[in-house]
C-alpha cells in the first residue's frame, strides 16, 4: 500500500511540482534579484506566520481524522472553528500594524501577505484532509489547479512589470480558485462547532508544541533569507533563495510526496493494530525516505552545474551553483527528521519533544549565520542550514526511539547510501561523455535512476522487490 499511495502522490503533488519548478525558472528571468529577493522575504514572513498560527491546526486534523474515519465531520467542525478565530487574530493584528506602517509600498506587500497567509493556510488544510481521507485523487486536483493557476496569472503580472506583486497576488488567485472548483464538496454542510473541552484539550495537548516547533523550524529554513539581507541585501537574498528552492522543489518535493502517502499509512496502523504494526509500517516508511533522501542529494550534487544553467536566470546562477550542493544535502538531512525520525513523536502524540530539538537546531542556525555570513556570504548561510538541520535530526533519533520503537538507523544508512553511491556513478559516467548540458541531465538522470531502482529491488527497499516479485507471480497465474 505504501508504494502504491507514494505513486498516487507522485502525480498528485509530481505535476504542481514541476509547475513549481518552472515557475522558478520564469521568474529568475522576468524579476531582477532584488525584486526576486522582496518576493522570498514575503514568502518567509507568510510561512512564519503559517507554521507559528495555523500548521499545528493541519496536524490536528491529519492525527485525529483517522480515530474518527466514520464520522470525520467530528473533527472537521471543531478544525473549522478555530480556523476562523485563528484567522480573525491574523486579521485584527495584521490591522494594527498596517496602521501604524508608514511606507505605503510596505503597507501593500503586507494586505497581500495577510491574504496569501489565509488562503494558502485554508487549501493546506483541505489538502490534509485529502491525505487523511486517503484521497489522492482530490488532493492532485487541488494541487494542480493551484500551481497552474498560480504561475499563469502570476507569470503574466511579473511580464507586466507587477514585480513581486505578481507571483503573490498569482499564488492567492490560484489558491482561492483550486478551493472553489475541488475543496468546496468535502467541507459542504460543515458548520463550525467548538470544541469540548477533552477534545480542545487533546487538540491543545498535541498541537501547542508545535507552534514552538514550527516557529524555531522557521528559524532553520527560512530566517537565513533575513538575516542575508540584513547583512548583504535583498539581491543576495534573492540569489540565495533561488539556489536554496531549487533542491527543495526537487529533493524536498520528493520526500513530501512519499511522507504524504506514508504518514497517514502508519497512524492508522497504530490506531487499529497496535504500536507493533505501527513500527513495522515505520521500518518500512524509514527505508523509503532515506534512500530517496540520500539519492536525490547524490543526483543533485552530481548535476548542479547543468541544472543551475538550464533553470535558473543569468543574473543568479553563480550564486546559486554555489549553495546549491550545500543546501541538497540539507534537504536531504531535513528531510530524513522531519519525515522520518519525527514522525515517532507524532504517532504517540509527544510533541513537545519537538521543542527541543528544534530548539537546538534554531540556535546553532541562527549564531552560524551571523559567524559565517560576513566573512563567507550566501555559501556561510548555506553552511549554516546543513549543520542546524544535522544537530535537529541527530537529536530527533535518540528522542524518538524512547518514545516509539523505531527501526535501526544503521541499516537504513547503509542501504541508502548503497542506492545513492549507485545513482551518483551513473550520473557521472554519463557526464564523463561530454554531451550537451539537456542530454547530461536527462541521460545522466536516466541512467543514474535505472542502477538505482535495480540497487533498490535488490536491497528490497521498502517491500519494492517482494512487491515486483508479487506482480510478476500474479501475471503470471493469469
Known amino acids: 500500500m505504501l508504494l502504491r499511495h507514494s505513486f498516487y502522490y507522485l502525480f498528485a503533488r509530481g505535476v504542481p511540482g514541476l509547475v513549481n519548478f518552472a515557475a522558478l525558472a520564469l521568474y529568475t528571468r522576468l524579476m531582477a534579484p532584488e525584486e526576486f529577493g522582496r518576493y522570498s522575504l514575503v514568502l518567509a514572513t507568510v510561512g512564519l506566520v503559517d507554521v507559528m498560527v495555523f500548521q499545528w491546526l493541519r496536524l490536528v486534523l491529519g492525527r485525529f481524522i483517522p480515530a474518527h474515519r466514520n464520522q470525520p465531520r467530528v473533527v472537521q467542525e471543531t478544525v473549522l472553528a478555530l480556523f476562523l478565530a485563528l484567522a480573525a487574530v491574523v486579521l485584527l493584528s495584521a490591522g494594527v500594524v498596517a496602521l501604524s506602517w508608514p511606507d505605503p509600498v510596505l503597507r501593500g506587500l503586507l494586505a497581500i501577505g495577510v491574504s496569501l497567509t489565509l488562503v494558502q493556510a485554508w487549501l493546506q488544510l483541505d489538502l490534509t484532509l485529502a491525505s487523511a481521507q486517503l484521497q489522492p485523487g482530490r ?28 507571483p503573490l497576488l498569482g499564488l492567492i488567485f ?3 480558485l483550486a478551493w472553489l472548483l475541488f475543496g468546496l464538496r468535502a467541507w ?25 516547533t514550527f516557529a524555531l523550524g522557521w528559524v532553520i529554513a527560512s530566517s537565513d533569507r533575513m538575516i542575508i539581507a540584513w547583512l548583504l541585501d535583498e539581491a543576495a537574498a534573492g540569489i540565495y533563495a533561488v539556489g536554496y528552492d531549487l533542491p527543495q522543489q526537487t529533493l524536498g518535493l520528493v520526500l513530501t510526496i512519499i511522507n504524504t502517502a506514508a504518514h497517514p499509512l502508519a497512524t492508522r496502523r497504530l490506531e487499529h493494530e497496535g504500536v507493533e504494526a505501527a513500527g513495522a509500517q515505520m521500518r518500512r516508511n ?37 549553495v546549491l550542493p550545500w543546501v541538497a544535502a540539507s534537504a536531504a538531512v531535513a ?33 552560524l549565520n551571523f559567524l559565517l555570513i560576513p566573512s563567507y556570504g550566501i555559501v556561510g548561510a548555506a553552511w549554516a542550514t546543513l549543520a542546524a538541520f544535522a544537530v535537529a535530526c541527530i537529536a530527533s533519533a535518540l528522542l524518538g526511539r524512547k518514545i516509539f520503537p523505531m527501526p535501526p538507523v544503521l541499516p537504513l544508512i547503509i542501504k541508502a547510501t548503497i542506492v545513492a553511491g549507485c545513482m551518483y556513478g551513473g550520473v557521472a559516467v554519463v557526464l564523463s561523455a561530454g554531451l550537451a548540458p539537456t542530454l547530461e541531465i536527462v541521460m545522466g538522470g536516466s541512467s543514474g535512476g535505472l542502477l538505482a531502482i535495480l540497487a533498490a529491488i535488490c536491497l528490497d527497499i521498502g517491500g519494492l522487490r517482494e512487491g515486483v516479485l508479487s506482480r510478476l507471480r500474479t501475471r503470471k497465474k493469469n
Not at 547524490?298 to 552545474?305: G, I, K, Q, S, Y
Not at 544553467?309 to 553563480?318: K, P, W
Not at 522531519?338 to 507524532?346: T, V
Not at 513537545?352 to 546553532?364: D, E, G, N, Q, Y
Request: net charge positive.
Open 139 to 166: 488532493y492532485g486536483r487541488l494541487m494542480g489547479s493551484k500551481s497552474v493557476l498560480a504561475i499563469i496569472v502570476g507569470g503574466w503580472l511579473a511580464w507586466l512589470g507587477f514585480g513581486a506583486y505578481g
Open 174 to 176: 490560484g489558491a482561492v
Open 188 to 212: 459542504s454542510g460543515v458548520r463550525p462547532r467548538w470544541p469540548e473541552s477533552t477534545q480542545f484539550r487533546d487538540y491543545v495537548t498535541y498541537g501547542l508544541p508545535l507552534v514552538v
Open 286 to 322: 524509514g527505508e523509503l525516505i532515506t534512500t530517496f533522501a540520500f539519492t536525490g542529494a547524490a543526483a543533485l550534487v552530481a548535476l548542479a552545474p547543468q541544472l543551475v544553467d538550464l533553470v535558473v536566470g543569468s543574473a543568479f546562477r553563480d550564486g546559486a551553483l554555489a
Open 335 to 367: 528531510g530524513l527528521k522531519a519525515f522520518h525520525f519525527d514522525i515517532a513523536f507524532h504517532l504517540m502524540r509527544q510533541s513537545r519533544w519537538l521543542v527541543i530539538t528544534t530548539s537546538l537546531a534554531a540556535l546553532a542556525n541562527v549564531a
